[in-house]
Structure formats: structure tokens, C-alpha cells
């Protein structure tokens, strides 16, 4: 993925091509995050939290806050959510605010097809007074980049745009195809930023190992058109309560960015709590002290609404 952290520009080009998408080590308990089709599937109310800081100890590194909630609406056959998150690393900053809604289908005796979408707002901000160019002067007297394409306060651009998805669940598989976003808008700025497309697939299933043991393996494939990278993961979920796991993201060189280790506890019957922790297999593996990303999710685990309910499929979301 494109990444610009704000630790040393070069500007030679007017276009500004930033990380848009950023980075999650638990998605397989999140994929409402990437796929407004799986809103309302776990036929309950389920609101995520995530917080992430990457490569700790990186001065202007990303760091994420995350927080998303949906439930299923039945008078119209589908479910409906909202998405808010907000991000910055080094000089840039970039807050993303979204409704999504979906139509499911039973699909046999035991499946759900849903497609959906979402509509939203995302706003960038780069300030300039973070910024740092070769021929600047910066002294308690004088501040100036001495660079025409670089702003000395902060400028922000900001556009609506649309995301697409389908998601299937059978009963012990489940998965997506989504793309963030499949449309948007010009973003006008004097320093030229824009909207990058991203699809995405994702896959899960069990695999019973022993009598309350199961093994749970995923993967999440991301792609802007140029780059393509993969996760992994493999998760133990031991009696619906705890579960360990691991995840490798990416996979050749010009992929290649963590090791994951990941676990979790279920609190209670609805609330669950989750962190992981990436080593990073990069060249920033030298100058950071990994990743840390938390995750709380909690699900009302009960009907919400009124009508048929399908049938109760337990997946690694249902900690």
C-alpha cells in the first residue's frame, strides 16, 4: 500500500498519494470494517471499538481509532450500520464517517447472501507546520519550507463517496468481496490529493480439532490496482471463551510486513476483548518496536427487531 508518514517529504509530484486504508491485525473479528454487506448477519447488535498504533517508537507513525456499530433490520430484509474512524500519521490526518446498508437472502437451509453498501464523508488534513523540507529555514524567527507546494498552517480536503460488498455465510464457512471506495468524489486542494479504490476478500471457516476446541483459519487479500497484499491467520477457540492465534501479512518483498501473534477473552456473555501484537518483518522492524492494536466488541446476544431470525451460525466474531 502507498505509505507516507510525514517523517521526510519529497514532493515531486502534485499528486498526493497517502495511506488511505489503514492497516488492522484483527480483521477476521471486525470485517463489518471492510464490507457493509456483513451488517446485520449476526442477527443482534454488535458495536467494535479498535485502537491501533503502529511501528511503536516510530516518530510520526499511524496510529487508529476505530469504532463502528449494526444490527439487522427485518421490515426490509437486510441491516443496517455506521462507520466512524480517524487516523494520522506524521503531518496527515484523515477522519471517515459512514451509513451502510444491505439486502439478504437465505440462501438453502442454512446460508445468507447479503450485498450492500455504504455512503459517507472522508476528510484529509495535512499540516504544514509538521512538515520539514531539504531547503527549509526553521528557526524561532523564521519558519518557511521555501517550497511553493507545501502549506505553512494546515489545509484539509474533503469528498462523499460509496463502498460496495456482497458477503455469503454457510454454516461453518463464511465470505466477502468489497471494494472501499467503488465510487467518490474530486477532493480539491492546492497540494492534490484523491480517493484510491481498494477491493478486498476475505474468507474464514471451523474445523473441529477436539470436543470444545476449534480451529479457525482466515485470510484477508487487499488490493489498490498496483499493490496486492495478503494476511494469513490461524486462530485456536477453546470453549467459545478463549482463543490464541497467529497471522503473517504479506508475502514476497514488496509485500512483506509483520508476523502477528494474537489472543483474546470473552469477559462476559457480550463483551469480548482482543489484542494484537506485530513484529514487523519489514526494513522498519530495525527503527520500531512493533504494533499494538486492542480490540473491544461487544454484542447485545440477543434477537433485535422482529421477524424470522436465521439460523444461529457460530464463527470467530461470536466470542
Not at 172 to 193: E, N, T
Request: charged fraction near 15%.
Amino acid at each position: 500500500m502507498r505509505i507516507s508518514l510525514g517523517l521526510v517529504f519529497v514532493f515531486t509530484v502534485m499528486r498526493l498519494q497517502a495511506q488511505q486504508t489503514p492497516q488492522y491485525s484483527l480483521y477476521a473479528w471486525n470485517p463489518y470494517q471492510f464490507n457493509p454487506a456483513y451488517a446485520g448477519t449476526e442477527s443482534t447488535l454488535v458495536v467494535t471499538g479498535v485502537y491501533r498504533q503502529q511501528w511503536s517508537g516510530l516518530q510520526g507513525a499511524p496510529v487508529s481509532q476505530y469504532l463502528n456499530a449494526h444490527l439487522p433490520v427485518y421490515a426490509a430484509s437486510g441491516g443496517a450500520g455506521v462507520r466512524v474512524s480517524n487516523e494520522s500519521a506524521g503531518a496527515h490526518a484523515r477522519t471517515h464517517v459512514s451509513l451502510s446498508f444491505n439486502y439478504q437472502l437465505q440462501a438453502g437451509s442454512t446460508g445468507v447472501l447479503s450485498a450492500g453498501t455504504s455512503m459517507g464523508y472522508q476528510q484529509y488534513v495535512l499540516d504544514g507546520a509538521r512538515l520539514r523540507a531539504p531547503e527549509g529555514i526553521y528557526t524561532d524567527s523564521d519558519f518557511s519550507h521555501n517550497d511553493a507546494l507545501l502549506p505553512l498552517g494546515k489545509q484539509s480536503a474533503a469528498t462523499l463517496f460509496a463502498d460496495l460488498g456482497v458477503f455469503f455465510r454457510a454454516e461453518k464457512w463464511s465470505a466477502g468481496i468489497s471494494f472501499q471506495p467503488a465510487l467518490s468524489g474530486a477532493m480539491p486542494s492546492d497540494f492534490g490529493v484523491e480517493l484510491l479504490p481498494h477491493g478486498y476478500f476475505h474468507a474464514d471457516c471451523r474445523v473441529g480439532i477436539t470436543e470444545g476446541v476449534v480451529l479457525v483459519p482466515s485470510i484477508l487479500v487487499k488490493s489498490d490496482l498496483v499493490k496486492t497484499q495478503t494476511d494469513i491467520s490461524a486462530v485456536i477457540n477453546w470453549r467459545e471463551s478463549t482463543f490464541a492465534g497467529f497471522s503473517l501479512r504479506g508475502f514476497g518483498n514488496s509485500s512483506k510486513d509483520a508476523f502477528v501473534l494474537l489472543g483474546g477473552l470473552k469477559m462476559n456473555e457480550r463483551t469480548t476483548i482482543l489484542y494484537a501484537f506485530d513484529v514487523s518483518r519489514s526494513s522498519l522492524g530495525s527503527v520500531s518496536r512493533g504494533s499494538h492494536e486492542l480490540l473491544l466488541r461487544y454484542s447485545l446476544n440477543k434477537p433485535v427487531g422482529a421477524g424470522k431470525l436465521p439460523p444461529v451460525i457460530y464463527n470467530p466474531r461470536f466470542f
